[in-house]
């Protein structure tokens, strides 16, 4: 039977990943895989997460099954956290699901059981899994114009023209805060442009929110999300804990859905249920547990408030820095997008022959589309960067 199977096409970041733990060079910098560094290279389990594992440890009386749309507590403390109170409770249906990644497979999965024939347009660029998970479900989709490699912001025209050929059952996914792989986001003018259009469509928002907290802040990274629930009658949401609690092996992740009423909400409740039971049936706990704790304890929440804020301050200041440093080397502000794009990553606009040479001529790692991991930098590597970059002819 095996043998009738195709090879896979090799993910490019995990690729990159293999390269450059092979590479022996001393002073290599990883800049490629989506994961936040501190300044020693290290991903730091949270505070908030070891006090609330070590009390976890203390009370936890059962490893039996949970829901299998997991423990609703989580669902509410989440969608909580990147709603706030926008919502009635009753129009929201919720399944924990395996990261935001699981998040994403499930919002698929339901928007197909919903409307097989429904087209579902993505950002050009836009994370790759994003296209991956949507042709292996076998769905239909399509690129809107989103990043202006001259200006490296938004194409805000380009997209409005585009998403103009959307039509009523289709679903446009948009990503809730800091955009990857670009860095470049709406600002909330612009989600109110966008979520009108949408609903003048008669379309669904399908929302990935992966890095709440990583961008502007907790409450303005939501402002997008907040907007577009209010704005539309339906808006699917795939919200990730792996960034801003630093869990990513635990895999806790929420796909959340705002109905139209009450008795919808209920229906595509039992849908996102049996989702979960066709797929793994229950989903992970563990990570969501503690996510749980912390979201409903008021001195863990604040301390994991705080340590996101020094994540998210650490990394605005390192884009500071670059920008600084090649305005510096370049004589011109046309770096100056770096300390305005904003979450973990920035699309240098190179070429791939410039990303290469950065790779082969000072062991430096961005991925082929020129994406940078600015959590992958520290204040010694940031002038090696910039030299790099000015090297190559960027
Ligand atoms: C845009 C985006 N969405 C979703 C995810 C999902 O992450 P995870 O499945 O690890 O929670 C990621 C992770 O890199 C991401 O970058």
Partial sequence: MFNTLKSQPVDKIMALMQMYREDAREGKIDLGVGVYKNALGVTPVMRAVKAAEKVLWDVEGTKSYTGLAGDPAFGKALSGLVLGDTVDADRLSMAAQPGGTGAIHQAVELIKMANPDATIWLSAPTWPNHPSIIKHLGMAMAEYRYFDNETRAVDFDGMMEDLKGVKAGDAVLLHGCCHNPTGANLNV??????????????????????????????????????????????????????????????????????????????????????????????????????????????????????ELEEVRTGMLGLRTQLADALRERSGSDRFGFIADHRGMFSRLGASPEQVEKMRVDHGIYMVGDSRMNIAGLNEATIPVLADAIIAAGV
């Fill in 189 to 306: 003018e612009q989600w109110k442009e966008v979520a009108t259009l949408i609903e003048a469509k008669g379309a669904t928002p399908f929302i990935d929110i992966a890095y709440q907290g990583f961008g502007d802040g907790l409450e303005e990274d939501a402002a997008g999300v907040r907007l577009v629930a209010q704005m539309v009658p339906e808006t699917m949401v795939a919200a990730s804990c792996s960034k801003n609690f630093g869990i990513y092996r635990e895999r806790t992740g929420l796909l959340f859905t705002v109905s139209n009423d009450a008795a919808q909400a209920k229906v595509t409740q039992q849908n996102l249920t049996h989702l979960n039971r066709q797929n793994f049936s229950f989903p992970p706990d563990h990570g969501a547990r503690l996510v749980t704790m912390i979201l409903e304890d008021d001195g863990l929440k604040a301390d994991w408030m705080a």
